[in-house]
């Protein structure tokens, strides 16, 4: 197999972008162009684009959004496609990359993932994230993704004993970790008592999706994130080799039942668990070879399932390693030191890209604030649906 | 290079479709199938669907349309990803099927192409078409595709000599093709005298956009089309044998600028050249190795240029070539013998995937009524925007 790594990272300020969608995709490119040291004597050897958006069409009204990037930032006649696939948009943009490299028909891709959440707002909002769900079924019957995760949550706390307390546990750990990432939405401490206290919880921390609560879950922001990827046989003469060369060791995606009614353990997340086994297998890798995980927490019980079916810890035994503090910085298992989707910020397409511009920024050393010392190897989990559509990426630079 | 092949092959009836849109992508989807002899024992050997679709999230509002159809075709848990490149999104979708293959991440791979038209009828159905144009240029500027490609056919016949007899010409036989095909929309023919004589021309072949008339393009359709694309040294292992295997060559894709206003030369379909020359090179082979071509005719202007930009004719010889016959069934290099855009119908994400459909069809001899004897190698263009993102697709049985 061809070997193909990222030699550049880019990432708009994620929250309320003052520019529309496709000045963020530009933005974000320019960004990874720049630390990859592309430039006019050789950034025409880029040679497709992949664009990963939900809403590109639905929120933004905008068909081609790929070939419009391509325009922009003058490195025509690249191929241009845009990718769809919910909120996990960006990670499928990332494997499609990765294919596109390795099948020999690209050398050098352009990996672009982007959303304009906050130009629907109240309703309207509610419903585009909605269509995630069955077209028929779930969606039809006006299901929201909130109430679904209400629901999960639920059954999480009566199988396996997670508390109330444990999501604000992820939650304030994330917060503490965006403090440090300049591009996230939110950053801002939170402390725990202030969000747990049943005397002001109702004040501090108010009912969304009962048992949800507004710390239990992701706010919405418009963002960008990009990736130059390159096969190592052309990073040289290209000249992309200033940074260092992140492999992608393994890609992995699934698909789950798409009506969440119809699984068989409707506390599992089968997607999850297959698309990081498929990513392990290909990487030869196990989880015990993951320094730090970027897991896709738009709702913070996600993260707890997502670490057990990852295997990072065993089944129903997610929310006692967050207790202990084993997914902090400085723990066994480090989980979104960026802040995650809660404090980070989760533009659906952008957030695939985002999750792995992180883990690159870890394996180079160059998460000032939240580094994870000696860190080789990352994992990331973008979640599509209600997880009916994982995939899983694993970079390193062993 | 990996050989990557088509076992099988699925088409709606195209026009006004009884059912939504995942019923229209399952439809195709199971007739490929089907074809290629998928079924309960071996199905689950597909390992990656892709879905292209300009409207999916514009027009029917669902987002994840892949995963639905891996959930309702009950072959979880397939890779599922949507792909969006305008028109060209069922080209654009093949590519990637040629990918993920060549790349060894899958073996099996079902390509759908679709599209819900009729959904959007009136001034609806013509914003939705016309937001391929440039988001901040063109389209905000209220210019439609009919009046972009009025301009374009001017240009044409002021350097060329083209002459509105010509796009008739094209017409004329494209829909004498479609009456053997049983999956047109339009199977009737039309007599070359009834739309040209200016003595009725106004009543039976209307002004639309001038120098275009009715009959100088395609109708809105909806429809649905599907390819199973297998890796040959999986062929016989998956049991998908029976069928003569039909070789992709060549996939080849580029992108011009995205205003259409900003081209050197504004009648040159540069991106058509160049995917072809790309597809070209891929295959080993020249225009003179096409026995037969599906050229994107949404107007029938692109038919013309095209002929010349692939190849197959002199820069400004190709409404010559149509005057003398040489691109109907029977001449030196036959185009769209399955009724193109014009006849078949152009339900934009199906067409690039139904355009190879037909080519299939020609290489393995199913092509009845329409049949070009001794086929071996087919050439397809799929045109996205106005010519700022094209594919070519070459398959051959060599």
């Known amino acids: 197999m061809r070997e193909v790594g990222i030699v550049g990272v880019g990432h708009t300020k994620f929250g309320k972008s003052p520019v529309p969608f496709l000045d963020m995709c530009c933005q974000a490119a320019l960004e990874a162009m720049d630390d990859a040291g592309a430039k006019t004597g050789n950034k025409n050897h880029i040679d497709q684009v992949f664009v990963g958006t939900m809403g590109a069409g639905m929120v933004s009204r905008i068909s081609g959004a790929a070939s419009a990037v391509v325009d922009t930032l003058n490195i025509r006649p690249a191929m241009a496609e845009t990718v769809e696939n919910g909120p996990a948009s960006g990670a499928s943009a990332i494997k499609l990359g990765y294919m596109a490299i390795a099948s020999g028909v690209a050398n050098c891709v352009l990996v672009i993932g982007a959303e304009g959440m906050r130009a629907v707002t109240g309703w309207e909002?509610?419903?585009f994230v909605a269509t995630m769900l069955h077209p028929d079924g779930e969606y039809k019957y006006g299901l929201t993704l909130p109430s679904l995760a209400g629901l999960f949550t639920r059954l999480c706390m009566d199988k396996y004993g997670v508390e109330s307390k444990d999501l604000s546990i992820v939650s304030v750990k994330n917060h503490a970790n965006a403090c440090h990432n300049p591009n996230a939405h939110i950053q801002r401490t939170v402390v725990l008592e202030r969000i747990t206290n049943p005397a002001y919880i109702n004040a501090t921390n108010p009912l969304v999706a009962d048992p949800l609560r507004q710390f239990d879950m992701c706010p919405v922001s418009d963002g960008a994130a990009a990736l130059l990827l390159v096969a190592k046989d052309k990073q040289d003469e290209y000249g992309f080799g200033h940074k260092k060369f992140v492999r992608i060791a393994g890609v992995g995606s699934a698909t789950d039942t798409h009506y969440v009614a119809n699984r068989a353990v409707p506390t599992d997340l089968l997607a999850v668990r297959l698309s990081a086994q498929m990513a392990y297998k290909m990487a030869g890798m196990t989880p015990e070879d993951i320094d730090v995980a970027e897991l896709h927490d738009a709702f913070q019980i996600l993260e707890i399932v997502e670490s057990e079916e990852v295997g990072f810890f065993p089944r129903g035994d997610g929310h006692l390693a967050a207790r202990r503090g084993d997914t902090a910085i400085g723990g066994k298992k480090p989980i979104n030191t960026s802040g995650g989707l809660k404090a980070k910020g989760h533009p659906l397409g952008?957030?695939?890209?985002?999750?792995?511009?992180?883990?690159?920024?870890?394996?180079?050393?160059?998460?000032?604030?939240r580094q994870i010392e000696g860190a080789k190897t990352g994992l990331a989990i973008n979640f599509g649906g209600f997880g009916n559509n994982v995939c899983a990426t694993i970079v390193t630079t062993k």
Chains 1, 2 share one sequence.
């Open 350 to 369: 952008a957030t695939g890209v985002s999750q792995v511009v992180e883990l690159v920024k870890q394996l180079r050393g160059e998460a000032t604030g």
């Open 125 to 127: 909002g509610t419903d």
